[in-house]
């Protein structure tokens, strides 16, 4: 129940494209779900993050999605750019313990092609 | 803000040594956490602490494994004795936890120190 589940493992998108990372989670407690971003020798860092107060927060090229029924989230990269080329990491906690303690998904490896 | 800082960046050593990792939180962070990246296991948590206090050490993974925070600028993560299975990254990273109430601010890691145990 404290697994969240990242998919895909790998994506290759074409410059100006839009890259969609999913994330499903089973634990009702989570009322926190951010999106960290790690390039290599990096360690990640936060991108975006939303509460399920809402069902989409946006910022700049970047979109979270969420589907509280459903228990997913999703991360949308709009005008994917080569600079985007990371792993991407989903995650979640409880906020009313610490946002910090995290449960995080296995990773995305996103590659965009010029 | 010079961000979280972790020393060393690399360390190599050879199983059975013991092994000191090093990590300053940003200034006015009160939570500390230790995570570890590997390629089987992703990233998870071993240790985090609240105001200089270890709250919850239940992913730390064996007896080998031990962590302090004497000072708030200031934590270490120990393994003694080390195995070829400890090789990973460890990350430290920290954050300003309400005292009151539920939330935060967001986590902030630093570049990791890549252990390899031969």
């Known amino acids: 129940q404290q697994q969240v589940k990242q998919s895909p493992q790998s994506l290759i998108v074409q410059k100006g494209g839009i890259s969609i990372i999913n994330c499903a989670y089973e634990n009702t407690a989570f009322d926190y779900f951010p999106w960290y971003q790690q390039f290599p020798g990096k360690g990640p860092a936060l991108l975006i993050a939303?509460?399920?107060?809402?069902s989409e927060k946006k910022e700049g090229r970047f979109t979270i999605s969420f589907n509280k029924s459903a228990k997913q989230f999703s991360l949308h990269i709009m005008d994917s750019q080569p600079g985007d080329s990371a792993t991407y990491f989903c995650a979640a906690s409880r906020g009313s313990s610490n946002t910090g303690k995290l449960i995080f998904g296995q990773g995305t490896t996103l590659q965009v092609k010029p | 803000d010079a961000g979280v800082i972790q020393s060393p960046r690399h360390e190599v050593t050879e199983m059975g040594q013991e092994v000191t990792l090093r990590c300053k939180p940003i200034?006015?962070?009160?939570?500390l956490f230790w995570y570890r990246q590997t390629m089987m296991r992703g990233l998870e948590l071993l240790i985090y602490?609240?105001?200089?206090?270890?709250?919850?050490d239940s992913g730390m993974p064996e007896d080998r494994f031990s962590a302090k925070m004497p000072n708030a600028s200031f934590s270490t993560l120990k393994i003694q004795p080390s195995e070829p299975r400890d090789s990973a990254v460890y990350f430290c990273?920290?954050?300003?936890?309400?005292?009151?109430?539920?939330?935060?601010?967001?986590?902030?890691f630093g570049n990791g120190t890549r252990l390899t145990v031969t």
């Open positions: 200034s006015g962070h009160n939570s």
């Open positions: 939303i509460r399920p107060d809402v």
């Open positions: 990273a920290s954050s300003l936890a309400f005292t009151t109430g539920p939330g935060g601010s967001p986590l902030h």
């Open positions: 602490f609240n105001n200089n206090v270890p709250i919850d």
